[in-house]
């Protein structure tokens, strides 16, 4: 609220012609300094003088907090391990918008970090603004990568004006957790204690009419209140398992383009199922959560990264799995965290060792896998160690007809478009609003978006 | 004036030089960008837009909402900052012994920066667990989703912690403007027989009035610059319901790239505050002048 004093600007040494005595003196006692503070390169006398931290040093940015973070960790430790104590400065920024805006800012300011993090579907837009260099078929061979080795829908997903714009480390889908006390009382688990095959509309709703028998209450908890992402998730989802389904924006976000039709069938769906008293109607992230832990509920959805706090609940027996296809085809929300390289003059060396970094990061998926996500790296992906890893080899499966939010310069994970169309959509889930004034709304808060020129 | 010599301007050099670099250089760009299409990853100012920008924020409901927020928040913080502070330092200007006590008391929390007394504040407002929801309880208000999750509420809250974050710093100026006042004139007031209420109304209020307007003015302004605290303790939320001006300006600029129609904005809210400025220097002319006239 009040004025802070301005930060220090960083200290140039200037070059004059006339020099007076005091000044060379002030100089040259700058000058000294300068130098043995830059003898040390260490990241104080970098930032001053606006020179590279050590080249050999890896500047790496990632967005993980939670149980993410710390399996990231592990994995820059065991790069540590490998290559030095002091070969990577790896920094962890709070996700979300303020995120991107930092590394934006970053490559802006030329002073980017080496490798960075990304939301899959927030590197488009970083692309469309220059903020990217691509990677080229030749930085890949450089460090024994090809295109196949990683999951193809993963792959394809990244592919921007046919260029590689980031390397996918993961996908992380929406995914179905299951609460294996309740199902089993609803009859819903067969004999290895695994969810039934509930594909289709009718299977689906009978075992949540089964359920909601059994907890006397809700069936299934998705997340709407002070929860913009969780609903988008869940409509996306369901949205894309019908074959009139067209993508939501076109043309870079200018243009509106969702079918009308399947918008209104999948949200009058949903709150059918609320009106049934299956579906929560307002419950926020963390309790959506715990009324499946506590058998509130049989079923929850959300992404599998909440593998995680639900293995930490004592006593609870949950499974999971992809979410079933209701309608005509398998579809489920997914994003892929993936690496970037902020647009930077690089030496062919530094490109190589960056390239190397991504490489050794990528070996380590399995630890990476642990917490949920479906690794994109194909060797891992196939080694028997994941393959036998429980609950994950369950949904592992939806990662290859994961479908991603829309390109938009508006767009993307944890976006203003997410959370503008998100807030609409849990609104018609707590009986708020009807579909037909959710699709008005989110239509005529999306305007200064469709109809201003993207800035990038 | 006419003494000025060119060895006064190489005293202020070092201050001038960051003065234009940071404060006087970028508003110019500012007032130029806010008729550009300037994107934050572009050089230069972009394309022209003529007054496009400005349209836009005149046609946009959430930078009225906006607005309004601020507007809120000022009318939520002003007057129970100046009474208040003003009530805490008459009564402590009265307190013969451990003075400094109380000094230190109502001016402690100002030292906090707003990232501290954000947290404590989420803390205190916490649903059901925090420490606001036992009085709560008390007086027999829903603990419901937290005064901070609630859109009618939660710029309430906000105001409140920035209530207890800055009085402190209002309550010194009143109490310097306090001690400024000779005690004879209380005595003199005495020996007439005039009652302790009396002389802060006779007396203390009208010799207080300069201070009063000052920090009048200088409240509005911090007011109407909030940021900080809605920034750390809803972002904005719960949806946009305390989305303020700045924070529309910082997301306009930072996350959807669009330096121009945040210019745009922020030449708008420079134009407010200036009016509003300029109506409490009028205000307070006028009264000046009625007093005395009278």
Known sequence: MRNRPPRAAPVRSVESPAISRRRLFGAGALAASTLTVAGCSTPLAAGLLGTQLDPEVIVYWNLFGGGDGVRMQDMETAYREEYGESSLQATTLTWGNPYYSKLTLATVGNQPPDVAVAHLTRAKPLWTG???????????AGVGLTTEDFNAQAWKAQVTDGQNIAIPLDTHPFTLFYNKEVCDQ???????????????????????????????????TVANVAETSTPWRFFWTLYNQLDA?????????????????SFLEVMGR????????????????ATSQTTMFTGGSGFYLQGEWEISTAQSIDGLEFGMAPIPQLYDRQAVQADSHTFILPRKDRSPEQRQQAMEFIKAMLEQSFTWAEGGHVPSYMPAFESAEYQALEPQKYYAASADYAVYDDPAWYGGSGSTFESTVGAQLGLVQQGVLTPEQALQAIRAQLEIYTSTPSPL | MRHRTPQAWLFLTPFVVFYVAFMIGPTVWMFFASFFHTSTVHSGLGPFAGLDNYLEMFGRADFWSALWHTLQFTLYTVPPLVILSFVMAVLTNRVARGQWFFRLAFFLPFILP????????????????????????????EPGAGILSDPSTAMIGIAIATIWWTIGFNFVLFLAGLQDIPRELYEAAAVDGATPWQQIVRLTVPLLNRTTGLVILLQIIASLKIFDQ???????????STQVALGLITDTAFTSNRIGAASAASVLLF???LVIAIIQQVVSRVGTAREEGS
């Open chain 1, 130 to 140: 220059g903020i990217l260099d691509p990677i080229t078929e030749k930085d890949l």
């Open chain 1, 186 to 220: 609803a009859g819903l688990l067969d004999a290895d204690g695994l969810l039934v095959d509930l594909t289709g509309m009718d299977a689906f709703e009978a075992a949540l009419a089964e359920i909601s028998a059994v907890t006397e209450g809700l069936a299934i």
């Open chain 1, 245 to 261: 389904a067209t993508p939501f924006l076109e043309d870079d976000g200018a243009t509106i383009s969702v079918d009308e039709e």
């Open chain 1, 270 to 285: 949903i709150q059918s199922w609320v009106d049934q008293g299956w579906l929560n109607s307002a419950l926020d992230y």
């Open chain 2, 114 to 141: 707003s990232a501290t007394i954000s947290l404590i504040w989420v803390f205190v407002f916490t649903p059901s667990t925090g420490l606001w929801s036992l009085p709560a309880r008390m007086v027999g208000l």
């Open chain 2, 230 to 240: 809605v920034y750390l303790m809803t972002e904005g939320g719960p949806g946009i």
């Open chain 2, 271 to 273: 134009l407010i505050i």
